[in-house]
């Protein structure tokens, strides 16, 4: 099976700099994601990691250490539009993939 | 694009009752899935069709049936609706076993 772990919420000020850790165990991997949903609406895709390394994407950063079963979202200059839930996604060789059960973020004046 | 397009956006049922959640795609992608979401919780799968022509279950399929009808539509069918069967559900489609995926805007249900 698959399971993933992040944080239940996390807080910062506007303009700061915030990151999200998620770890997980599956058998086979075929990368990391992450997805942004708002409170009422849909998750929205962020960003994919297959390989170990940094992925830029505008203020949003994605990071994924395949030995260590862990990877990260970086916001940065946060803003108050980014107060929402974040999750991790993984998918094992099962092609199934699992989502973790969300970080709310918190973004303050 | 439309993207992904998912009906309806509310639904109330008494309990027993049956309904059919319907998604379609105009991305071309080969997999679909039907995830549920109740609060403070992730998405969990219910059933995912990898191409045309297939589907499976996924994490919390009981309750549940699906219908792969052409590349672009998958639905979600309810036979007889049970309280805990209240909650949001998302359609998505994808490429990439499901990492890179474009969610419907979600039904809510209520039994």
């Known amino acids: 099976g698959q399971s993933l772990e992040q944080p239940s919420e996390v807080t910062a000020v506007e303009g700061a700099i915030v990151q999200i850790n998620c770890t997980y165990q599956?058998?086979?991997?075929?990368?990391l994601s992450w997805y942004q949903q708002h409170d009422g609406g849909a998750p929205t895709f962020l960003s994919y990691n297959a390989l170990d390394g940094l992925e830029e994407t505008g203020r949003f950063s994605s990071f994924l250490s395949r030995s260590d079963s862990y990877g990260y979202l970086l916001l940065q200059e946060l803003q108050m539009k980014d107060s929402a839930s974040y999750f991790c996604?993984?998918?094992?060789?099962?092609?199934?993939?699992?989502f973790g059960r969300g970080t709310s973020l918190i973004v303050h004046p | 694009n439309a993207g992904v397009t998912q009906t309806p956006k509310f639904q109330v049922l008494k309990t027993g009752q049956s309904m059919t959640l319907q998604c379609a795609q105009d991305m071309n992608h080969n997999s679909m899935y039907w995830y549920r979401q109740d609060p403070g919780m992730g998405l969990r799968l219910i059933y995912y069709?990898?191409?045309?022509?297939?589907?499976d279950k996924g994490e919390v399929p009981n309750g549940y049936n699906v219908s792969r009808l052409n590349k672009r539509e998958f639905s979600l069918r309810l036979e007889s609706a049970a309280p805990s069967q209240t909650s949001v559900y998302f359609c998505a489609s994808s490429e990439r076993q499901g990492l890179e995926a474009f969610f419907g805007q979600g039904t809510r249900l209520t039994v």
């Open positions: 599956t058998s086979g991997f075929y990368g």
């Open positions: 069709s990898a191409s045309e022509g297939t589907t």
């Open positions: 996604v993984t998918s094992g060789g099962s092609y199934i993939p699992t």
